[in-house]
């Protein structure tokens, strides 16, 4: 073993910092999305860029940025009108580009070579929402369908002004906004910087991240039309539509969305009844159909109209952080199609910004969005030292540049070692304008530039599995949702193993992972099936929770959950889903516990004659069980959250590689590594074949081994250059 050298480098070691390409001379303006060191890696003018960017409404400050040495800028701007920006489309043939201009132009003048991404807040100016009101969100209240008002009455910022907002399901409304846009785009066309303009963010609803507006159920009649539309390419037969919501009555013609109501609770407790509440899952399942299309269509406007190659790119794909009412799950249509390049989310709140409860991730399954070739952005808006505000719902300031050190590392280390973009975002009035705070980003800036020229292709053993349409299911708001998918993942990230996180739609790329934790699949479909059965091969251990499987053929079916999981399952009407580990899994696991601490109806509780019990519920029942098959092995939870522990223990059963002990968070890929520290000891990091490593943040070389002891402070985060 070789142990870490005490000393701190003043910087980088030579052999990191590798240059990246030089640009091309005959290269064309713009931006593309295009493979660079085995990723999909940003290229700005024709030469690979880190994708470190800043971004918000402070646009003035961005000047004050400059000492970090990043050069990409997206300020918050509008082609029509936003829900929080200041039309441009003042009349249906006047606009007023004066703002816009003042921002673009202030931005250059003090930052001559920035470019630009250009954040777009669309929802629809004033006048036209006083001439289109069929095309308008309606909400059901008191019985009469009456236009949405937001924000809510007792919002805090009611204060300004309530407004009407507009369906994304309008085709007026899509064909008039894309309108508006390729108008902009000629304006812009026009300035001496026009070529800066690398990019375009296409944003809508109240946060601008296409959340479904106020999370209501839209009634307008621009939306029930395409929500008919879209039952007749599902169903084709009015029979079949009938069959499937148990409604004689039901036809293509007279279908309505279900009530808010209905969409809120369920009849099961925590889940849906597919047998009573096909209204309310199609529905849901059409929402995000209609929003991915309606951010398609926008970007098909900029690609067809940008006379020199830009990037565009959406907030979208929230699987591992999804309501089911945001309209988040039709990731697949985005990642299949050309019109999108990249996509992207602030860093996970709530526990993942608590230092010692989860780590830092992402909202979406970004191993998806890598394997189609698009590129991610990680939107850090961590509280600063210099930010003035205190604790709110999410985090606390941060105290010092100590504890910026202890934040920005532990965010940086997975967006550097996947290889992803990040912009520093001012949301909440996030200050930066301190000199020492510039000076660390400026450090860690130089190093995501110099970590373009290291491969950081996927080579996890094991990968987080979101099923998108399984969420449909599940109560909104139910703590299930969290625990079932992002503190599942986290657990998985604290395993000591390698992992990515992959949509069920590409579960046929998956072929190299041995450990596959799969987080909900409640629903899945044949052809989802039928890619399962295929991973019960080689050696994997497979790994399902809770109601896997449990609904066939729009049906709900406990039976069919044998099928899937190969453990046999029943089900009991509601439990405290509170596990505790027996020494059968491992000695040093033993007395372990995890899961919800509360009643869960329905339950499901392994009832296998062949199955080894590895944990049981407080009641005496099975409630962790493995079934050891020929090719593969079956693992069935009767809760989520399975500790990073008895996953590290899955792991080892299945021949992963594990880097780590459990505990602490790691990211891994081929030329870079990260580790987070939970809690402060000194961590042995082991490779399966010699490497040398370098730690880029404080520039120490560790030498060659397979093998190392790395001293780390609770809540320290260190990420290593593999060579």
């Given at each position: 073993?070789?142990r870490?050298?005490?000393?701190l480098?003043?910087?980088l070691?030579v052999?990191?910092?590798l ?7 005959n ?7 295009a ?8 290229a ?10 800043r971004?918000g ?15 990409l800028?997206i300020?918050?701007l ?5 829900f ?14 004066s703002n816009?201009?003042?921002?673009l132009?202030?931005?250059f003048e003090?930052i001559?070579d920035?470019?630009?991404i250009?954040?777009?807040s669309?929802?629809a100016?004033d ?5 289109h ?20 009455a007792?919002h805090r910022n009611?204060?300004?002004?309530r407004k ?22 000629r304006?812009?066309g026009?300035k001496?910087?026009a ?5 375009f ?5 109240e946060?601008?991240?296409w ?23 599902r ?15 039901v036809?293509?013609e007279n ?8 969409v ?5 407790g925590?889940?849906?009844n597919?047998?009573?509440?096909m ?5 849901l ?17 900029i690609?067809?109209s ?25 990731i ?6 050309t ?6 989310s602030p860093?996970a709140?709530?526990?993942h910004r608590?230092?010692?409860i989860a ?7 970004v191993?998806?969005v890598?394997?189609h070739?698009?590129?991610w952005?990680?939107e850090?808006?961590n ?5 003035g ?8 300031k941060v105290?010092g ?7 920005q590392?532990?965010?940086?280390g997975w ?6 973009g990040q ?15 510039l000076t ?10 110099a970590?373009i ?11 987080a599995?979101i ?18 998918r992002?503190?599942?993942?986290d657990?998985?990230q ?6 990515s ?15 596959i ?6 629903a899945p479909s ?20 809770w ?6 053929n729009g049906r709900?079916?406990?039976g ?14 509601n439990a405290?889903l509170?596990?505790t580990?027996s020494?059968r ?5 033993a ?5 919800p601490?509360r009643?869960?109806s ?14 049981r519920?407080?009641?005496?029942e099975?409630?962790?069980?493995i079934?050891?098959y020929?090719t593969?092995t ?14 590290a223990?899955?792991g080892?059963?299945?021949?992963a590689?594990?880097?780590t002990?459990?505990?602490d968070a790691l990211?891994?890929?081929?030329g870079?590594?990260a580790l987070?520290?939970f ?12 490497v ?5 943040f ?13 001293p780390?402070?609770?809540?320290e985060?260190?990420?290593?250059r593999?060579?």
């Open positions: 073993m070789r870490m050298p005490c000393r480098a003043a910087m070691p052999a990191f910092m240059a990246a390409s030089e640009p091309n001379a290269a064309p303006a713009g931006a593309r999305i493979v660079q060191n085995d990723i999909p890696t940003l700005v003018d024709g030469k690979p860029h880190s994708g470190m960017s971004h409404y402070q646009w003035d400050a961005f000047a004050g940025f400059r000492p970090t040495g990043v050069t800028y300020p918050i509008t082609a029509s009108q936003g929080w920006v200041r039309s441009v489309w003042t009349a249906p043939d006047t606009w007023d580009y816009l201009d003042k921002v132009d202030g931005i003090k001559p920035a470019h630009i250009l954040k777009l669309e929802s100016p006048w036209w929402r006083a001439q009101t069929n095309e308008l969100v309606h909400v059901i209240e008191s019985n009469e369908t009456v236009p949405l008002l937001l924000p809510p007792d009611a204060k300004y002004g009407t907002v507009p369906s994304w399901a309008s085709h007026t409304w899509r064909r008039d906004i894309a309108s508006a846009i390729v108008h902009v785009m304006h812009l026009t001496p910087y070529k800066r303009i690398v990019g963010l296409i944003c809508s609803g946060s601008n991240e959340f479904a507006w106020g999370n209501r159920v839209d009634h307008s009649p621009a939306n029930i039309a395409r929500f008919r539309a879209w039952l007749w390419t169903y084709r037969d009015v029979s079949a539509l009938r069959s499937s919501w148990h409604d004689p009555a036809s293509f279908a309505r969305p279900p009530l808010d109501s209905a809120a609770s369920a009849a099961r925590s889940l849906r597919a047998d009573e509440e209204r309310t899952i199609d529905y399942d059409y929402n995000s159909f209609m929003t991915a299309s309606a951010i398609d269509e926008l970007a098909a406007s690609k067809q940008a006379s020199f190659p830009v990037v565009v790119g959406a907030y979208y794909g929230y699987l591992t952080s999804s309501d089911p009412r945001w309209g988040h799950q039709d697949g249509t985005l990642l299949a199609g019109n999108i390049d990249f996509l992207c860093t709140y709530w526990e608590r230092l010692g780590a830092p991730a992402p909202m979406a399954a191993g998806s890598s394997v070739g698009k590129y952005f990680n850090n808006d509280r600063t030292s210099a930010t505000s205190g604790a709110d719902w999410f985090q606390g105290e540049i100590e504890g910026d050190k202890i934040m590392r532990r965010e940086l967006t550097i070692a996947h290889g992803f912009w520093w975002q001012d949301v909440g009035t996030v200050k930066f304008d301190s000199p020492a705070l660390l980003l400026s450090n860690y800036n130089a190093i995501a530039e970590s020229a290291v491969s950081r292709r996927d080579i996890s053993h094991a990968a599995v099923d998108p349409r399984s969420v449909y299911y599940i109560k909104p708001e139910d703590y299930l949702l969290k625990e079932l992002r503190l599942s993942i657990a998985l604290r395993s000591g193993i390698a992992s996180i992959f949509s069920s739609d590409d579960l046929l790329r998956l072929t190299d992972k041995r450990l934790l799969f987080c909900d699949m409640i044949p052809e989802t099936m039928a890619a399962v059965d295929r991973l019960k091969s080689d050696g994997r251990v497979l790994v399902f929770h109601a896997a499987g449990s609904v066939r709900s079916d406990a069919a959950m044998q099928k899937l999981t190969g453990i046999k399952i029943r089900q009991i009407e405290s509170r596990v580990v020494d899994a491992d000695a040093r696991s007395g372990i516990s995890y899961g601490d009643t869960v329905p339950a499901y509780i392994p009832d296998d004659d062949d199955g080894e019990i590895w944990g519920l407080r009641s005496g099975p409630a962790l069980m079934r050891r020929p593969w079956a693992v069935y939870s009767s809760a989520p959250m399975l500790p990073p522990e008895i996953l223990v899955l080892d059963i299945a021949k590689h594990r880097y002990q459990p505990g990211w891994v890929t081929k870079m590594l987070s520290a809690r402060s000891g000194e961590k042995t990091v082991r490779f399966p074949a010699r040398r490593l370098f730690e880029c404080d520039g120490a070389d560790l030498r060659d081994g397979t093998e190392f002891i790395v780390m402070k609770e809540n985060t260190k990420l290593f593999i060579e």
